[in-house]
């Protein structure tokens, strides 16, 4: 393989002669083959972001020769367009901070701005310089840190997009099965029956308020600690720099950015980032709820509760023939374990920093990425695969509701909470309806009893005439109490 020779201050590294990165890549490319991945683009594209914005500053400010201020500009500017994406080749489990990611895209921008003033492909020996001039007045302290913030934030974007989606197909899927009278459950068991649409506008209400929180902890991404160096103190970076990048990098991303009031606790606290990742997990905690509740509601189709049918995605079997497994839904609940275990791991990371840095950046901002990128793919995929083409069978759902043991519950009014009870009891154990025992027994009249266990006027009791049985002391039923 044709090689060329890199230097930094250990002294020299072979680079391939292809390669636009430099010394100190080739040595994490050695130090760190730990999971075979490569760096989010994400991170990438918000660190080139940086180094483009940096750039137009010292040009700007004087402090750095236009000649040279352009051509990087320039090399940032292909990056962003697409170009040398397979150069940023970094581990995400690499040394603290995040120095090895960093220099990789210094190095790179180097070698591309020093081939466009006409000098040749390196880091090293190039016209442009990693650190004096790509990376002059930053730090790695300041630079990846900043980046995952963004990067994080144009994630959190794309997620967020995705929930309104699911939230919508939700509200609509609620109101096309309002009519739909179907048993409660609670504890597994049969409980008061309740509209179709309304299970399935909680889920929708649900997704909305988590939305709200998401939306809320990531706007906590958009305050930056960029010009705080090495410490936070800003030492090497120049008057007013610190301002026109967060300026510039505002207008590149039309998001209100904003300088943090304190450039030492930006650089030693994962605060914002714990922020978010604790509320998509919590999120992840509600979603695998609910797609354990569509695959309970799909079990069947003959042996289970079978009162929904998803869309049929792919056969559920190698064995068995003609089964068909709720396999988006599966999908999730998976999905979801890892963001949870994510969300510890960030966690972890956050309570990790010592004294003016937290090392751990590059492990959080890896899974921090991850989390945003499955779930919000996950999402969209949920929405589209399982939610949209979900069918209620209306004809179940009816016989659930008529045979449920807990329309007893509309009796405990009339007759009191232990006949009501025992009326339960007795229908269980003959393996009859509510009705059919309250008639056999005689308790009411027929026409009364079957007002009163009509599932259709327990659903809204609050504009029933079933919600407002007389308790009365006119009762013919001695002890009978609206307990219950």
Same mark, same amino acid.
């Given at each position: 393989?044709?090689?060329?020779?890199?230097?930094?201050?250990?002294?020299e590294m072979r =680079?391939?002669?292809?390669?636009?990165?430099?010394?100190? /890549?080739?040595?994490?490319?050695?130090?760190?083959?730990?999971? +075979?991945?490569?760096?989010?683009p994400a991170l990438?594209?918000?660190?080139?972001?940086?180094?483009?914005?940096?750039?137009?500053?010292?040009?700007?400010?004087?402090?750095?020769?236009?000649?040279? %201020?352009? $051509?990087?500009?320039? $090399?940032?500017?292909?990056?962003?367009?697409?170009?040398?994406?397979?150069?940023? @080749? !970094?581990?995400?489990?690499?040394?603290?901070?995040?120095?090895?990611?960093?220099?990789? @895209?210094?190095?790179?921008?180097?070698?591309?701005?020093?081939?466009?003033?006409?000098?040749?492909?390196?880091?090293?020996?190039?016209?442009?310089?990693?650190?004096?001039? !790509?990376?002059?007045?930053?730090?790695?302290?300041?630079?990846?840190?900043?980046?995952?913030?963004?990067?994080?934030?144009?994630?959190?974007?794309?997620?967020?997009?995705?929930?309104?989606?699911?939230?919508?197909?939700?509200?609509?899927?609620?109101?096309?099965?309002?009519?739909?009278?179907?048993?409660?459950?609670?504890?597994?068991? &049969?409980?008061?029956?309740?509209?179709?649409?309304?299970?399935?506008? $909680?889920?929708?209400?649900?997704?909305?308020?988590?939305?709200?929180?998401?939306?809320?902890? #990531?706007?906590?991404?958009?305050?930056? +600690?960029?010009?705080?160096?090495? =410490?936070? /103190?800003?030492?090497?970076?120049?008057?007013?720099?610190?301002?026109? !990048?967060?300026?510039?990098?505002?207008?590149?991303?039309?998001?209100?950015?904003?300088?943090?009031? &304190?450039?030492?606790?930006? *650089?030693?606290?994962?605060?914002? !980032? %714990?922020?978010?990742?604790?509320?998509?997990?919590?999120?992840?905690?509600?979603?695998?709820?609910?797609?354990?509740?569509?695959?309970?509601?799909?079990?069947?189709?003959?042996?289970?509760?079978?009162?929904?049918?998803?869309?049929?995605?792919?056969?559920?079997?190698?064995?068995?023939?003609?089964?068909?497994?709720?396999?988006?839904?599966?999908?999730?609940?998976?999905?979801?374990?890892?963001?949870?275990?994510?969300?510890?791991?960030?966690?972890?990371?956050?309570?990790?920093?010592?004294?003016?840095?937290? =090392?751990?950046?590059?492990?959080?901002?890896?899974?921090?990425?991850?989390?945003?990128?499955?779930?919000?793919?996950?999402?969209?995929?949920? /929405?589209?695969?399982?939610?949209?083409?979900?069918?209620?069978?209306?004809?179940?759902?009816?016989?659930?509701?008529?045979?449920?043991?807990?329309?007893?519950?509309?009796?405990?009014?009339?007759?009191?909470?232990?006949?009501?009870?025992?009326?339960?009891?007795?229908?269980?154990?003959?393996?009859?309806?509510?009705?059919?025992?309250?008639?056999?027994?005689?308790?009411?009249?027929?026409?009364? #009893?079957?007002?009163?266990?009509?599932?259709?006027? *327990?659903? &809204?009791?609050?504009?029933?005439?079933?919600?407002?049985?007389?308790?009365?002391?006119?009762?013919?039923?001695?002890g009978a109490s609206?307990?219950?």
């Amino acid at each position: 393989m044709d090689a060329r020779t890199e230097r930094d201050s250990l002294g020299e590294m072979r =680079v391939p002669a292809e390669a636009y990165w430099g010394a100190q /890549t080739a040595r994490a490319i050695e130090n760190y083959p730990i999971s +075979g991945l490569r760096p989010h683009p994400a991170l990438v594209e918000n660190t080139v972001r940086i180094k483009l914005a940096a750039a137009r500053a010292h040009e700007a400010l004087g402090t750095l020769s236009p000649r040279i %201020a352009r $051509a990087i500009q320039r $090399a940032c500017e292909e990056i962003l367009g697409g170009a040398l994406a397979d150069q940023f @080749v !970094v581990d995400p489990y690499q040394a603290g901070a995040g120095t090895s990611h960093h220099m990789n @895209v210094n190095e790179v921008i180097a070698s591309r701005a020093s081939e466009i003033l006409g000098g040749p492909r390196s880091a090293s020996g190039g016209l442009v310089h990693p650190n004096d001039h !790509v990376n002059r007045g930053q730090s790695t302290n300041d630079v990846f840190p900043t980046a995952m913030r963004l990067a994080g934030y144009r994630l959190a974007l794309r997620l967020l997009e995705a929930l309104d989606d699911l939230a919508a197909a939700l509200r609509e899927k609620s109101r096309e099965t309002m009519g739909v009278i179907k048993s409660g459950r609670t504890h597994l068991q &049969d409980a008061a029956p309740i509209r179709f649409g309304r299970e399935i506008g $909680a889920w929708a209400e649900n997704a909305e308020r988590h939305r709200q929180e998401i939306a809320r902890t #990531a706007s906590g991404l958009l305050e930056l +600690g960029i010009g705080g160096t090495a =410490v936070g /103190t800003g030492l090497s970076a120049p008057r007013g720099f610190r301002e026109r !990048v967060v300026a510039d990098l505002a207008e590149q991303l039309g998001w209100p950015l904003r300088s943090s009031d &304190d450039l030492f606790e930006a *650089m030693q606290s994962l605060r914002p !980032v %714990a922020g978010l990742s604790a509320a998509l997990r919590n999120f992840a905690l509600d979603l695998f709820r609910i797609s354990s509740d569509l695959r309970l509601l799909s079990s069947g189709p003959l042996t289970g509760l079978s009162e929904i049918r998803l869309p049929e995605v792919q056969p559920g079997s190698s064995i068995m023939p003609g089964k068909i497994n709720p396999s988006i839904p599966e999908m999730v609940g998976q999905v979801c374990a890892r963001v949870i275990g994510n969300d510890a791991t960030i966690g972890f990371c956050a309570a990790s920093g010592q004294l003016e840095l937290n =090392v751990f950046f590059p492990v959080a901002a890896h899974t921090l990425l991850e989390t945003e990128t499955i779930l919000a793919n996950t999402i969209r995929v949920f /929405t589209d695969r399982c939610v949209r083409g979900l069918k209620v069978d209306e004809a179940r759902c009816a016989q659930y509701a008529e045979r449920s043991q807990q329309l007893v519950l509309a009796l405990a009014p009339r007759i009191g909470y232990e006949r009501a009870a025992r009326i339960a009891r007795n229908a269980l154990a003959a393996r009859k309806t509510i009705l059919e025992q309250v008639l056999e027994e005689g308790l009411l009249p027929e026409e009364e #009893a079957r007002a009163l266990l009509d599932p259709a006027r *327990m659903v &809204d009791p609050a504009e029933s005439p079933a919600g407002s049985v007389s308790t009365s002391a006119s009762s013919p039923f001695p002890g009978a109490s609206p307990r219950g």
